[in-house]
């Protein structure tokens, strides 16, 4: 248009192009003067000095310009803090830029020059009055985030001030402050009932100030001990802001509202307020209003909740069309969901929560858990055509849990299972590909439906190509059929296939040797005289060319219940005797517990996780001054140990021994494998597997044989005499560093057992140029209530000299901080300047020394607590002295499954049950209390490092 015009005026148009390309240069060089991009180009030499003349230069656009220079140079990681003198005092002035500027510094600095940022609370106290709403919440929000002990006893007064300001912009920040502030010193925010001006400001007028009060209040609840009642005249008045707050601040009213236990009168008025919020366009608001009117329709009665569902469902449907993200929240907390009510999808609803074409692999494989929910009789006719149309799928992860799922259907539903199988068998003819998936199903459903055998096994074994089929997972599915099925009529091609892999015995990986081994007794127990030579082949094999200590043992375990004519006549139903049921993936049912903490953590992460939130956050507790480094090595802290009910001992209930089982005596120190067991008279150990009784069983001997029987070629004479384990070395520890260079006091020290006594001793060394004196010491809360008995007194120490200190130390009992795992301490001298420190107490100061197990209630106590694993990455074969040592008594062993058992109690009185196995090159632990806090990641450490 522009060259149209100029045509018509007939100017030349290159000329005029030339004209507007130089505007547009001297534009383009103008705003990059004006931009302040150039601050943050390469600092040259000296150039510290010159900021220093800029900020105390009197002219305000250069004090402007410095203050921007070292904000971008503190923005590249550059330290200027020793400017820090210099741009408080620019604190003052009445330029908005300029303050935000100086305050932004003061918030990253001050922890850097503690002794210095005193001087900024002067500025603080005088702009939390300034004429100007913008200024005070400045000036509160800034002061309330330098968390330095000296500052925080100044904020009290400004802040009790802001909470009942004029403007709401200001009491909104002033609510946050409180919080911070908790976060800073919990105690000092109780003393000051800082607590009662955020209930006042919950009642506000203002409806974002309503929305930061009880945020800042939910968050202080959920980490502390106080109580603040929760009225229905709140909830009435929150529900009344909901409409005027902006989507977050709704998301925190309706989090708020879901911790109310409303009556069942009071209950249908919060779901009918809260309805309306499923229609909002911000799906966490629509998870959050989700979670509030469970919490209520709990209170409901149940004629009335049908009513509820049509309500509800819509807008949870209408979020499966949102982006894949959104889609995979919402079928991770609908999975929760689906747990505690079942019923509240309809079957034709089902249809929403199919796969499309374009969906992520992670989303379709959670839609396919929550159609296996909504699975019934009456939807499962569509569900299996759909699933069948899945198994054409590309995607090997989508693919083998759709298979999966075509298993579920036939184990929830008997009338779809020759359906299934026709499909899987299909399948395994006509796709290769998905061998593996296709025989681990077919698996799990014969063990259901053994009936089906004939419709199954003999095309399976026609279609799998021994050569060429090296999986491990589908070769232990494989054999698992030609054990279960082999030895009935019509099944000599399954015999013919079981031998195969009999003469490649020693080149299968341990899973299917053990496999193998099974099967092979299977075998011989249908028939013993045409598989004596088979099962004789396998046990020889595994008992002399062996180092696995697990299949060694299984076969060392069949040969003497073979060898047993008592024990024998049990084998059948012990090997081939009937079997649990199976259940689908999908009806694995939480603890109650634990599914309604899951129901009242719906939109956040721990849905998401489906774990408790105390199992992955990082542990909530004073802040220290230390508590910035340590934020990173903080969050690798829970990897050690399984959380508190999230993952069930792999050792059921019914397996404890019973106490008469246990054998009650010291254990003795395991030998190095051997290929056979020594010969002995009397019980064998494994005897107690069947509770009859000790009976003479013969050993067999390592010799070949030479004897054309059976057992009497395995149970020949010979023993063996096993290494003796190696002594363990013992290092006297060194004296770890607590603290470094606080002002010249350096500290080491380190809790060490005396008679019955613990004591701290520490040595604290003056690197300074003063004398110090006066010393104090005070133990923090912790999670053994320990405290000191004796004083710091007399300790005065010269500069460059130190001096050594003993303290008593004495635990409280009954008392429980689980919060705070290390031993926190404070200490200060004549200066009268606290500094912090941690010193963990060891696994050998932990426990008492006069404890006394009580072995007639063992068993009883330990299958009612929760438990907890872990493993330290060694054998530990004196593991009963070593404990000894610490205070952790020996109860009993179960030699069946090489369990063996142990009980403490900690200094405070807490009782702890331990369980260790020697698996391999580690040692399981699975430890059990009535308490959660003490076998979680304190106990976790305390006994890796013991064994370290």
């Given at each position: 248009a522009t060259v149209s015009v100029l045509y018509w005026y007939r100017v030349p148009v290159m000329e005029v192009t030339a004209r507007i390309a130089g505007k547009l240069h001297q534009e383009i060089q103008k705003r990059t003067k004006k931009s302040d991009a150039k601050f943050f180009s390469t600092t040259k030499r000296g150039e510290a000095h010159e900021l220093k003349e800029d900020l105390n230069s009197g002219d305000k656009e250069r004090e402007k310009n410095a203050v921007k220079k070292i904000i971008a140079s503190m923005t590249l990681g550059r330290d200027v803090s020793n400017l820090f003198t210099d741009v408080v005092k620019l604190s003052r002035t009445r330029n908005m830029e300029l303050k935000k500027l100086v305050y932004l510094y003061i918030m990253s600095n001050a922890k850097l020059q503690r002794d210095k940022a005193i001087l900024t609370v002067n500025t603080f106290v005088h702009d939390s009055q300034h004429d100007n709403a913008t200024i005070r919440a400045l000036a509160i929000r800034t002061m309330l985030c330098i968390r330095v002990g000296n500052i925080t006893d100044h904020c009290c007064a400004p802040l009790r001030s802001a909470l009942s300001d004029k403007d709401p912009y200001v009491r909104k920040t002033a609510v946050l402050g409180v919080l911070k502030l908790f976060h800073t010193n919990p105690k000092l925010c109780e003393e000051q009932q800082f607590i009662a001006g955020l209930q006042k400001a919950a009642a506000d007028k203002v409806a974002s100030v309503v929305a930061n009060a009880v945020l800042a209040l939910g968050e202080i609840l959920d980490n502390s001990n106080i109580s603040v009642p929760i009225t229905m005249t709140l909830i009435t008045r929150l529900l009344n802001a909901l409409p005027e707050c902006t989507e977050w601040g709704q998301v925190s009213l309706l989090d708020f509202i879901a911790r109310y236990r409303a009556k069942p009168e009071d209950a249908e008025f919060i779901i009918n307020r809260t309805v309306p919020r499923l229609q909002h366009s911000n799906p966490s608001v629509v998870l959050s209003a989700i979670r509030c009117i469970f919490k209520s329709i709990s209170s409901v009665p149940d004629d009335k909740k049908r009513a509820f569902c049509p309500r509800i469902t819509p807008p949870m449907i209408s979020l499966m069309s949102r982006e894949p993200e959104i889609q995979y929240i919402l079928l991770r907390n609908l999975e929760v969901i689906l747990r505690g009510y079942p019923n509240i999808f309809t079957a034709k609803e089902i249809k929403a929560f199919f796969c499309k074409f374009t969906d992520p692999s992670y989303v379709k494989i959670e839609k396919l858990k929550v159609i296996l929910r909504l699975l019934s009789e009456k939807n499962a006719d569509v569900v299996l055509k759909e699933l069948e149309e899945y198994c054409g799928e590309i995607d090997?992860?989508?693919?083998?849990?759709?298979?999966?799922?075509?298993?579920?259907?036939?184990?929830?539903?008997?009338?779809?299972?020759?359906?299934?199988?026709?499909?899987?068998?299909?399948?395994?003819?006509?796709?290769?590909?998905?061998?593996?998936?296709?025989?681990?199903?077919?698996?799990?459903?014969?063990?259901?439906?053994?009936?089906?055998?004939?419709?199954?096994?003999?095309?399976?074994?026609?279609?799998?190509?021994?050569?060429?089929?090296?999986?491990?997972?589908?070769?232990?599915?494989?054999?698992?059929?030609?054990?279960?099925?082999?030895?009935?009529?019509?099944?000599?091609?399954?015999?013919?296939?079981?031998?195969?892999?009999?003469?490649?015995?020693?080149?299968?990986?341990?899973?299917?040797?053990?496999?193998?081994?099974?099967?092979?007794?299977?075998?011989?127990?249908?028939?013993?005289?045409?598989?004596?030579?088979?099962?004789?082949?396998?046990?020889?094999?595994?008992?002399?060319?062996?180092?696995?200590?697990?299949?060694?043992?299984?076969?060392?375990?069949?040969?003497?219940?073979?060898?047993?004519?008592?024990?024998?006549?049990?084998?059948?139903?012990?090997?081939?005797?009937?079997?649990?049921?199976?259940?689908?993936?999908?009806?694995?049912?939480?603890?109650?517990?634990?599914?309604?903490?899951?129901?009242?953590?719906?939109?956040?992460?721990?849905?998401?996780?489906?774990?408790?939130?105390?199992?992955?956050?990082?542990?909530?507790?004073?802040?220290?001054?230390?508590?910035?480094?340590?934020?990173?090595?903080?969050?690798?802290?829970?990897?050690?140990?399984?959380?508190?009910?999230?993952?069930?001992?792999?050792?059921?209930?019914?397996?404890?021994?019973?106490?008469?089982?246990?054998?009650?005596?010291?254990?003795?120190?395991?030998?190095?494998?051997?290929?056979?067991?020594?010969?002995?008279?009397?019980?064998?150990?494994?005897?107690?597997?069947?509770?009859?009784?000790?009976?003479?069983?013969?050993?067999?001997?390592?010799?070949?044989?030479?004897?054309?029987?059976?057992?009497?070629?395995?149970?020949?004479?010979?023993?063996?005499?096993?290494?003796?384990?190696?002594?363990?070395?013992?290092?006297?520890?060194?004296?770890?560093?607590?603290?470094?260079?606080?002002?010249?006091?350096?500290?080491?020290?380190?809790?060490?057992?005396?008679?019955?006594?613990?004591?701290?001793?520490?040595?604290?060394?003056?690197?300074?140029?003063?004398?110090?004196?006066?010393?104090?010491?005070?133990?923090?809360?912790?999670?053994?209530?320990?405290?000191?008995?004796?004083?710091?007194?007399?300790?005065?120490?010269?500069?460059?000299?130190?001096?050594?200190?003993?303290?008593?130390?004495?635990?409280?009992?009954?008392?429980?901080?689980?919060?705070?795992?290390?031993?926190?301490?404070?200490?200060?001298?004549?200066?009268?300047?606290?500094?912090?420190?941690?010193?963990?107490?060891?696994?050998?100061?932990?426990?008492?020394?006069?404890?006394?197990?009580?072995?007639?209630?063992?068993?009883?106590?330990?299958?009612?607590?929760?438990?907890?694993?872990?493993?330290?990455?060694?054998?530990?074969?004196?593991?009963?002295?070593?404990?000894?040592?610490?205070?952790?008594?020996?109860?009993?062993?179960?030699?069946?499954?090489?369990?063996?058992?142990?009980?403490?109690?900690?200094?405070?009185?807490?009782?702890?049950?331990?369980?260790?196995?020697?698996?391999?090159?580690?040692?399981?632990?699975?430890?059990?209390?009535?308490?959660?806090?003490?076998?979680?990641?304190?106990?976790?450490?305390?006994?890796?490092?013991?064994?370290?």
């Open positions: 090997p992860a989508f693919l083998s849990a759709a298979i999966s799922a075509l298993g579920a259907v036939a184990i929830r539903l008997d009338r779809m299972a020759k359906r299934v199988m026709s499909i899987l068998t299909n399948m395994l003819v006509n796709n290769l590909a998905v061998q593996v998936d296709v025989l681990s199903t077919l698996k799990n459903i014969l063990r259901k439906y053994p009936q089906l055998f004939e419709d199954c096994v003999p095309l399976v074994i026609e279609t799998v190509d021994l050569e060429s089929f090296d999986n491990e997972h589908g070769k232990c599915s494989y054999i698992w059929m030609l054990g279960e099925f082999g030895g009935r009529p019509n099944t000599e091609e399954a015999r013919a296939c079981f031998e195969y892999y009999i003469d490649n015995f020693s080149e299968q990986p341990s899973s299917v040797k053990l496999i193998i081994l099974t099967a092979s007794v299977k075998y011989f127990l249908r028939s013993s005289k045409e598989n004596e030579c088979l099962l004789n082949s396998v046990l020889t094999q595994c008992t002399e060319n062996e180092d696995d200590p697990d299949l060694r043992d299984r076969a060392y375990m069949y040969w003497r219940m073979l060898s047993n004519d008592k024990h024998a006549g049990k084998m059948s139903n012990l090997v081939i005797g009937s079997k649990p049921p199976i259940r689908d993936g999908s009806e694995n049912e939480m603890d109650l517990s634990r599914l309604n903490e899951l129901l009242n953590s719906l939109n956040t992460v721990a849905a998401v996780y489906q774990k408790p939130a105390a199992s992955f956050l990082p542990k909530y507790g004073l802040y220290t001054e230390d508590a910035d480094a340590d934020d990173d090595d903080d969050d690798d802290e829970y990897d050690s140990a399984s959380p508190v009910g999230s993952n069930p001992s792999p050792i059921a209930e019914s397996q404890i021994p019973e106490p008469e089982e246990m054998v009650e005596q010291e254990v003795t120190p395991v030998p190095e494998p051997i290929p056979e067991p020594p010969a002995k008279s009397g019980a064998s150990e494994l005897d107690f597997l069947f509770g009859d009784g000790p009976t003479t069983v013969p050993a067999p001997a390592p010799a070949a044989p030479t004897s054309s029987g059976f057992l009497d070629d395995i149970f020949g004479g010979g023993s063996s005499t096993p290494a003796p384990a190696p002594a363990p070395t013992n290092t006297a520890p060194t004296m770890p560093l607590l603290l470094t260079n606080a002002d010249g006091l350096n500290i080491n020290g380190m809790y060490k057992r005396v008679g019955s006594s613990i004591i701290l001793s520490l040595i604290l060394s003056n690197s300074s140029q003063r004398v110090m004196s006066n010393f104090a010491v005070q133990f923090n809360t912790n999670i053994l209530g320990l405290k000191n008995e004796n004083l710091m007194q007399g300790i005065v120490i010269n500069p460059g000299a130190s001096a050594a200190c003993d303290l008593t130390v004495v635990s409280v009992p009954g008392h429980v901080i689980p919060q705070h795992f290390p031993s926190q301490i404070a200490i200060k001298n004549d200066a009268n300047v606290p500094y912090y420190f941690a010193c963990e107490v060891p696994l050998s100061c932990a426990f008492r020394q006069d404890s006394v197990p009580d072995q007639g209630n063992f068993i009883n106590t330990w299958k009612t607590l929760q438990e907890v694993q872990f493993f330290v990455n060694k054998p530990l074969h004196n593991i009963t002295e070593n404990l000894k040592g610490c205070g952790i008594n020996f109860v009993g062993r179960h030699d069946a499954d090489g369990a063996t058992y142990f009980e403490g109690i900690t200094l405070n009185g807490v009782k702890i049950l331990f369980e260790t196995r020697v698996v391999d090159t580690r040692t399981n632990f699975c430890v059990r209390s009535e308490n959660p806090a003490y076998i979680g990641q304190w106990l976790t450490e305390r006994v890796q490092q013991f064994f370290a």
